[in-house]
């Protein structure tokens, strides 16, 4: 983004009391003049009124243009003659030059949500997902003369920057370390505020944070992910339940061997574990079958 031109700077502005009851005043006086100009008689005296009451009501109008109301959560951007003046972010009554002009521009906290967009990951896998940007003018200077309509700007960076997140993460990782998007949202999301920060600071824009709302396969291939994805699972649950079944026959056989309940040769032992890892790691509840002769008949 090119290097904003323009920087934000405090506004010179008064209290405007004191310009609001001269305004006011200053209003009756006119009024008083022209009245006292049509009771008299003498036409030097009423020129004289008329002049004068003129004068008092040019004054008191300048006065009173001056007044500018600010809220909280607003500022003013003050111009005159198309050059920036400062801005005023002192709420209240205050009072600046007439003769320059006050753009109102929102301070406030917004909130920006993306539509689902549709892009394909870092695996090429159409996926949809959608964002919500919180975010603030932070220099109503830049964005008021660095860009044209500063939250349309907002708008269109904050889709561009989904757009390049998405694609350069996946939505699962097959690596167990690698970062992905379903499994690593929170540091996904810092990236992503961290990326529309740099796009959205020529605007004189804050970001404050950003979340995704949307994230899921494209319609198209959401049955066959989900059946990946329960394979994984599925295979995750049988590696777990091998670990554990090899602890079990462990533990067993040294208990057997420690407490000298029966000498085992190795034959003995491998028949052993192969009965012990069958009903451990099957699926179904196992069948007993007595043996009536040895294990070697």
């Known amino acids: ?15 405007g009391g004191l310009a609001l009851l001269f305004g006011l005043l200053g209003l009756g006086a006119a009024v008083a003049l022209f009245a006292a100009s049509g009771a008299t008689s003498s036409a030097g005296t009423r020129g004289g009124l008329v002049t004068a009451g003129i004068l008092v009501l040019l004054a008191a109008l300048v006065a009173i243009r001056g007044l500018n109301t600010v809220e909280p959560g607003q500022a003013r951007v003050v111009q005159l ?6 801005t005023i972010r002192q709420d209240g009554l205050r ?3 007439p003769f320059t ?11 920006h949500e993306t539509a689902v967009l549709k892009v394909n990951d870092a695996y090429g896998n159409p996926i ?3 964002a919500v940007v919180v975010w603030k003018v932070q220099d109503t200077a830049q964005a008021t003369f660095e860009v044209d309509d500063f939250a349309e700007f907002v708008a269109t960076q904050t889709e561009t920057a989904v757009r390049h997140i998405a694609i350069e993460y996946p939505y699962d990782a097959h690596e167990e370390d690698g970062l992905s998007l379903r499994g690593n949202a929170e540091e996904i999301t810092e990236k992503l505020a961290v990326e529309l920060q740099a796009r959205v600071e020529a605007a004189g824009v804050k970001v404050i944070e950003s979340r995704f709302t949307h994230l899921a396969y494209a319609p198209e291939i959401a049955s066959a992910m989900l059946q990946r994805q329960q394979a994984g699972a599925v295979v995750a649950a049988r590696r777990q339940i091998v670990d554990g079944a090899v602890g079990m026959v462990e533990a067993a056989l040294a208990r057997i061997a420690e407490a000298d309940i029966v000498e085992l040769d190795d034959e003995r032992k491998a028949a052993m574990v192969s009965n012990l890892m069958v009903v451990l790691c099957g699926d179904r509840a196992p069948q007993p079958v007595l043996n009536t002769g040895t294990l070697y008949q």
């Not at 003659?81 to 400062?86: A, I, Q, S, T």
């Not at 002009?101 to 909130?111: A, G, L, P």
């Open 1 to 15: 983004m090119p290097t904003p031109k323009v920087r934000e700077f405090a506004a010179h502005s008064i209290g």
């Open 81 to 86: 003659f198309g050059r920036y003046r400062g």
């Open 95 to 97: 009072w600046v030059n």
């Open 101 to 111: 002009s006050r753009i109102r521009i929102s301070t406030r906290v917004r909130n």
């Open 128 to 130: 949809e997902l959608a």
